[in-house]
C-alpha cells in the first residue's frame, strides 16, 4: 500500500468535515425554528442577513408504492401523474440500450464518483 500523497487521508478528513457541518446545520435549523414559533414569526434576523421560515407539508409515500399506483391507475390520473424516469433513461442511455434516435438528442460526458470505505 502507498500513501498516495496523502490525497485519501485528505478527502477523509473533509468528508467527515462535510458530516460534522451537516449535523451542526441541521441542529441550527431545528434551533431557528423553535424560536421562530417562540418568537410567532416567519423572519429572524442576524447581524448580515435575515432567515425566512416557510413551513410546508412534505409528502410521505409508502416504500411499496404498488398499491398506490393501482388506485391511481383504476381513477383514470397516471397518465396526469406519471413522470419520466430521469436515473433509468440515463443508465439505458449509457449502455447505448436505446433507439439512436433517443441517444442522439442527449450529450454524454465522463465523470467520476469517489466513495470512502475502511481498509
Partial sequence: MSNDDGLVDEFEKLENLKKEIELKEQELRLKLIELAKQKNTFVLFGKNKKCSI???VK???????D????IIKE???Y???SHLNYPR?????????LDVDIINLV???????LALKDI
Avoid at 409528502?59 to 408504492?65: A, C, D, T
Avoid at 398499491?67 to 393501482?70: A, E, G, V, Y
Avoid at 433513461?89 to 440500450?97: D, F, M
Fill in 79 to 81: 397518465q396526469e401523474l
Fill in 107 to 113: 450529450k454524454k460526458q465522463k465523470e467520476f464518483k
Fill in 67 to 70: 398499491f398506490l399506483i393501482k
Fill in 89 to 97: 433513461l440515463s443508465s439505458r442511455i449509457a449502455k447505448n440500450e
Fill in 54 to 56: 416557510t413551513e410546508y
Fill in 75 to 77: 381513477k383514470g390520473l
Fill in 59 to 65: 409528502v410521505i409515500y409508502p416504500e411499496n408504492k
